[in-house]
């Protein structure tokens, strides 16, 4: 497995992030999680990293190193975090759930597979194209579908943000599943929240992203579409990946899961709260001065004969 | 799942100024190669490769580093690091000397002293059960010497075990292994988690590890004393948090050695560091002390104190 990945939730001119993110990969399969947390409701930021955790968690318990089927651990996943918080909301004594909506993709040799409730989106995109993405469970598109509405219409209707299916909530999610979608070389998969695709269309974005390189683009098309939501911003949020092949010049940040082992598992979940601290790494010249200062101090302790 | 094993550099490789003869030993952190240098003497070469972050295919030089795993692979140079600069500071008969510390194959490379001679655990296996209380005093005695030495240069060996006592041929001591030295390791870099030995690691190392001290190393001590009488580890320290069942070197090897060692033995192996000797140098002079030689008949009363004591003081 070879794939380059990026992830980002930014506040937008929100008082808090409600969106969650997540993915996590093992030796043979990757998870990718958006959740965004409605607003309207209480603890909507609660009900996205339960979410978020239950998917991440059956993930770490499920892939060694490859998840049996992965459309049956997309559904249970889902419905277990559906479930998980209404537990949360009967615990605390909450008069109404907390929801959120899910996208969720796993990939697994090298074919894809995607679920999702509510309008977190999933973009597919080939060659600068956008060649597959969810529907969002809005009244909305579903006028648009009708040719009730038009698109641009569509865009700044009232009742755009209205969603019929979500995790938590009185009624079960509707969830929705792609087919078995067999990934190519250079190919990227995106899923990510309203705040982003409502500002920025998926075909603008899959012109930006093509080629280049991921781990600048991305945070670009994050860094543009905060801007154009401007001070009464949605929280923006997104994990990208750029699958590739085995062959392909390896870029500097690709990741390869040849030297993890069978159980294996890498999470990358921020944790509630803001930015967690950067990792301390060392750098060329600390090495060759660590090295040194060893050096010396055999030197200076060793018994002369 | 077996973790897979990385490939050892092949014999009579030329390492910068050694040549690989054989590799002596392989572990998760690292492995140890019989090497020889320009004038012919042999040394013992440590080679930072964690098994989990890096990883050397058959015929390799050098190891591949997943860029992700590059960050980690850092720090637990880092910790390299650290042991070679703790080694270096020391230069004491009974820790084993470093000699050369080098960078090539995209990793590093500690050089060490290599003498001939065994370890005590390959001692014990040997003699199971059959270690005089004289052996045992003047081996521990000497080797205290050198985790004195480590002590008071502000290090934790941290990792002390009869295999990591490596003994010459004139049976003397010397402490190798500084790898869990100093290891304070991040909660960030699950990678690398920090090692201890079941049956030798003190209850501290268990926990938050804030407690850590000299006496974590003295209950190791303990429990390779322990294991010198027994033939075998003792039961390990977080089980014994759960369920003591560790019967007291006073209590199983009664009338067969000196009541003081048994005593000394019972007195490292407390669970709580506060009730065992809080230096070496407090051990040492407990050990030296002249020898009673067992005897045959004890006041009852005043041995069930002591057993008493030591059962309520591991509750605590």
Redesign the interface.
Known sequence: MRFTIYQESRQGGRANNEDRVAYCYSRDALLMVVADGMGGHFYGEIAAQIAVQTLTDSFQQEA?PGVGDPFRFLQKGMTNAHHAILDYSAKHRLNDSPRTTCVACLIQDSLAYWAHAGDSRLFLMRRGKVVAQTKDHSRVRLLMEEGVISEAQAAVHPERNKIYSCLGGGQAPEIEFSRKTPLEDGDIILVCSDGLWGVTSGESMAVTLKGANLLQAAPMVMAQAEVKGGTQGDNLSMVAVRWEESYVE?S?????????????V?TRLDEFGRN?SA????SEDE??Q??E???L??DK???KK | ?A??ANHALPNGFQLEEYTIERQLSLGGFSIVYLAQDLEGRQVAIKEYLPN????RGEGEIKP??????Q?AF??G??CF?EE??AL????HPNVI???????ANDT?YMVMEYEHGRTLQEFIQKHQGHISERFMRGLFTRMLNGLREVHSNKLLHLDIKPSNVYMRTDNAPVLIDFGAARQTL?S?QPMLKPMYTPGFASPEHYGSRNDLGPWSDIYSVGASMYACLAGCAPQAADDRIKKDSLTPAMVRWDGQYSDRLLEIIDWCLNLNHLYRPQSVFALQKALVEAITPPTEKKPPGWINRVVGKIKGAAKK
């Open positions: 060694h390896p500097e940040s690709s990741v390869s899961t040849q030297a993890m082992t069978m159980d294996q890498t967690p990792k301390t790494d060392l090495i060759e660590a090295i200062e060893i050096r101090a055999i302790y060793t018994p | 799942m973790q897979q989990s972050l890096a990883l591949q580093i997943a860029p992700d795993h960050a850092r720090y140079m880092k690091f070679g600069r270096a500071r020391l230069s000397r470093v000699l050369n510390f080098f960078r590093v991040a960030d």
